[in-house]
């Protein structure tokens, strides 16, 4: 499967701990992205890299949150210190270049939290 | 910041029913738009795309789009669904030239 790939699928966890989501985005693209979506909501950004910078953060994302791509290739999402309200389902999604210019994103499966 | 409104939550029809969703955004600028369908169990993937040419947009599975500049609208219709349709489907807008944002989706649920 040569699509974006997100592991763990489903993580469940007690509120307090912290979880880490790994995003294997398309091998050539450089651009990869992280958006949140809630039930009933439609995705929303959180933060993207252009190869290992990263260069927006969305307000969504507080401090308890990081995001990594060290080599520009795979990317990390961590969350300490989770909260019930982090619950959701975090997607990763991966283009070359621009992304309206070359038109699309490729979503992974997503990365399903759930804190207890 | 551009945003994306979506009128329908849930639209329930019937096998060849003729299907129309709507979407409206606000940006006064340039935009691309987009059309994505979420199948159920699978990842979200592109229905179709506007960028700039011919307002009305054709894309996969026999879906097209129509880009009303003026009404800040880019709806989406199938003149004849399959039950294969029922999916979430998610309007979106591109304004700066890295992200993408979304509306809220709508669910379309085809009775066989």
């Known amino acids: 499967d040569t699509g974006v790939s997100q592991d763990p699928r489903h993580k469940i966890t007690k509120r307090g701990q912290n979880v880490t989501f790994r995003c294997d985005p398309i091998s050539e693209h450089n651009r990869l992205y992280w958006y949140r979506q809630t039930l009933g909501q439609g995705p929303e950004f959180l933060t993207y890299f252009q190869n290992e910078a990263q260069l927006e953060k969305s307000r969504l994302l507080s401090d308890r949150f990081s995001a990594e791509r060290p080599k520009g290739s795979f990317s990390t999402l961590e969350i300490q210190r989770t909260e019930q309200g982090d619950s959701a389902m975090y997607l990763c999604?991966?283009?070359?270049?621009?992304?309206?210019?070359?038109?699309?994103?490729?979503f992974g499966e997503g990365s399903r939290l759930t804190v207890l | 910041a551009q945003s994306v409104s979506q009128h329908n939550h849930h639209v329930i029809l019937s096998e060849a029913a003729s299907l129309e969703l709507g979407c409206n955004y606000s940006y006064g600028g340039t935009v691309n738009l987009f059309w994505y369908v979420q199948y159920p169990g699978q990842h979200l993937q592109l229905l179709l795309k506007?960028?700039?040419?011919?307002?009305l947009v054709k894309g996969i599975k026999g879906f097209e789009a129509e880009f009303i500049k003026s009404k800040f609208s880019f709806n989406l219709r199938k003149p004849s669904v399959q039950w294969s349709d029922t999916a979430e489907y998610f309007c979106a807008v591109n304004a700066d030239d890295y992200k993408l944002s979304f509306g809220a989706g709508t669910t379309v649920t085809v009775r066989a």
């Open positions: 506007y960028f700039s040419g011919d307002p």
């Open positions: 999604a991966s283009s070359l270049g621009l992304a309206g210019n070359t038109g699309e994103l490729f």
